[in-house]
Structure formats: C-alpha cells, structure tokens
C-alpha cells in the first residue's frame, strides 16, 4: 500500500511534468514522438533509416535515454541531427522531469520534430508520459508473438505498432496474425506496419504514418517547413 | 533526491525480506536460481528444455512472474512440475517480498531446487535480491552484442550468460566475441554457453552448471536426492 501511494504519487507528479512539456512544444507547433521497444527490437536502427527521410522536410531533433553511455547517441548524431543524451542511472524509462531541460532546448532551438528514443523497457516507459504527441513502439518478431498480452500497457499506449526484424520472420515462429489480433485485443485502433531495418522493407511507410500524424497536429496536410540551412 | 530516497529505502526493504527468504532455503538445503533477460529472450523455452534434465536429479519447482497472464506457467506447468504464477501488476520486476509466501511453500513442501522465471526487463530485475543462490541471464543474439554496456547491472548480477538463439547467428551481425569481451568488462567470472532452445545446442551445458552450482552449494558432488513418487 505504502509501495503503490509512492508510485500514484510519481506518477502525477511526472503528469504534471508532462503537460509543461506539451504545452511547451505546442507553443512552437513542435510534434514529439516517444520511441519505445524492448532492448535490441531495433529502435536506433529504425530511427537510422526513418530521421534522413523526415529530415528532409522537417529540422528533426533527438533526445536519446539510456542507463549509461552514449553509444546509440552517437550512432545518431552521425546523421547530423542534434542529439541530447540523457543517462538515466538507475531508472529503466525517460520520465517528464528528465526530459524537461531537453525539451526546453528544442522549444527555443529551430526544430519541427522532436524524437525521444527510450529506454529498452516493455513495462516503465509506457506509465510515463514525456509529452509526446504520439508513442511508436517496436516488437520484432524473434521476441514472440505472445508480448501483446504480457505487457499490455505498452500496446494501449502506441499509436503505432512496428513490426520489426521482418526479414527473420521465416526463421521464427512468430505469427503476424496472432501478434496483429492480440494488439488490437488492448488496442483496438493500433496501426501496425511491418519493418526491416536491414533491407528497408516498411521504412517509408512509417515516414508517410509519422507525415500525416504531423499534418493531423498542425490541422493542415503536411506542408514542408522552411529548413534551416 | 526525494526520488533516491525512496529508492533507497524500497531495496533496503527488499534486501531484509530476502535475507529470510534465503535463510529459508538454506534451512532445507534448497538451491534457488533467479532466471532474467529481455522480453521474448527465450527464458520460458530455457526452461522448457532445461527443467526436465534436472527434474531427473532433483525435485524442482518454479514461481513464474509476469505483469499479468499466466501464459508461461501454464506452459511449464504441462512438465509436471508445481509452478506458482505471481501477476507483478505495473511493477516490472519481481521482488522479495512477492515471492516470499511462494518462497514459503516451496520450503515447507518436497522441492531441492526453485527456480524463478522474472519478468522479461534487462533493468530492475537485477536490483531486487530475491534470496536465489545463483542469477542467471540470457541475451539473444537477436538483441545485439551491444547489450553489456548499456545494462552493466545486470550482466554483474549473473554467474551465468546464456547467449541463446544462436540458431539465428549468422542471420544477424551480432558478434559473440564482442559480446563476451563487453559482458567480462562489466564482471570478469561471468560463465558463458551458447544455446539454442529450437535445436537443443547447449541446453546440456546449462544443465552441468546448474548441477556445479548446486554441489558447489550442497559442499559436496551433487548427490541424487530422494526423487518423491
């Protein structure tokens, strides 16, 4: 009981965090989407492959959380993006207030989209709001298709479902269908797009979902921004 | 710090209740193995394969945690094995005090071994003592040889690495050298076998380990114990 008024404590307390960080972004019409997977689904390799395609239309900025290290961090800013790390120590999920100092830089920065890559995490990340617009996670298919009804939570949080590592698929026996019907069991709306971050398969097809979910905020069809530089 | 605080006070709090779960144990000469790794690493198929080469020795039991679902226990329950569900709710780990009454059971029934299946997380697991003798965690070589660094914790806390999925090796660019030399970096003793739970590649040698660490405990080579039935 002690154990649960810490936490619905916590909780609230990054709630309200979160809402600054929303209103913050919202000010500058800067569209957040909070990155989410287990560890090694493949969510530095996704963003690899999709933050070239956004970047060419949009100034894309990344806040990348990890325990300890930079290693993903700096497999990213190699695509010429600015990126905030944040070492969380020892908290296995991004929260609002670790983000706050970041997203604060964004909002007085020149950027349209603003990425959180979190924690390699199935159960903290989806508690906590970072004031994201959207939330993405990834299964890939060697984790199993049981994972919709082991971590629900994080399936009811995601707009978008990815379906990652496709290209093992034959290898595995992950069936789409079961995965497909047990997300849309705790989340009847997730869209699910299937993705190789190693040939390419779906890459675009999740730029296109992450275009309209930024012309769907603007209340606009996507238009390009001016680019800086 | 607030934060810390509580964290703090949470594990000084887990630590006490797994002394007594330990002592328990010790008092029946009970081995206990703490199983962890990542979502969909292969944990449950470990033990599918890897609890009837013991069950031929000793009399093992298992408490299986998950955030909600009993998918896996019902799964091992089918080895004939008594297994006992623990739903963690939101809390990602399992901790001391949740399988201390299963812990109690296990003590007051006919087992020589438990073992507990935690819930698929690389983080806090590795925080909350359970009273087990041994820890042991699986990588996927799906996952990547990047693991160790980003999760040192948990690679501390393990006296063995199983590196499983191996049948998927050469699919992948995971480097088991690397992954080796990272995961030694972070704990110099750590034991490493690789396996694979679809073509039974190393199970037998998880099964020796286990059998070294339980005569290792029981201070002489591993008797057979009275089998009930």
Redesign the interface.
Known sequence: MH?ID??TG?LADNDAIAAENRAMLATRGIYALNVMS????GKTSLLERLLPLLATRWRVAVIEG????S?DAERLAKLGLPVEQINTG???HLDARMVHHGVHDVVHGPSDVLVFEN??????PA?FDLGEDDAVMLL?V???H??P?????MFRRAGLLVLN?M??LA??DFDVEVAVAAARDVHPGIAVIRTSCRTGEGIAEVAAWVERRIAAKRGRPAPPSPKAG
């Open positions: 154990l810490v936490q916590l287990a560890p090694g689904a990890d325990i300890v290290g290693a020892g908290a296995c924690v390699g995490n199935l159960v903290c508690e890939s060697t984790e199993g049981d994972k009804k082991k971590y629900p939570l590592k290209d093992l290898m595995t």
